[in-house]
């Protein structure tokens, strides 16, 4: 059985940094993409940023990429998501996911449909 047990977020002001930590609970955490969403009040969960399962490469939404840098530390079974100048339009709710899937053809996973576990979600707020 798979869990992931997410820790950080908060209440923070536009421009200050924030770093989420996402633990994996099972088996073979290091053959797995790993990836964070968020959602917005009255919107869909949207994908932020997903990471292969070596850590080798990154892939990020266009609204965070240059702010945010996802990592995984396969040795502590954990993946982060490290979020700097932070906007208003960050405040959501992240999540962690794991994608049950990987393919040489497919660098990236980007849709929630992709991942099958998923974090309890954690609170990120950003005042102006």
């Known amino acids: 059985q798979v869990q992931l047990v997410q820790s950080g977020g908060g209440l923070v002001q536009a421009g200050d940094s924030l770093r989420l930590s996402c633990v994996y609970s099972g088996r073979n955490f290091g053959s797995w993409p790993m990836g964070w969403f968020r959602q917005a009040p009255g919107k869909a969960r949207e994908f932020v940023a997903t990471?292969?399962?070596?850590?080798?490469?990154?892939y990020y939404a266009e609204s965070v990429k240059g702010r945010f840098t996802i990592s995984r530390d396969n040795a502590k079974n954990t993946v982060y998501l490290l979020m700097n100048s932070l906007k208003p339009e960050d405040t959501a709710i992240y999540y962690c996911?794991?994608?049950?899937?990987?393919?040489?053809?497919?660098?990236?996973?980007?849709?929630?449909?992709?991942?099958?576990?998923w974090g309890q979600g954690t609170q990120v707020t950003v005042s102006s």
């Open positions: 996911a794991r994608s049950p899937q990987y393919s040489a053809s497919i660098p990236f996973y980007t849709r929630v449909g992709d991942y099958d576990y």
């Open positions: 990471i292969r399962p070596t850590g080798d490469m990154t």
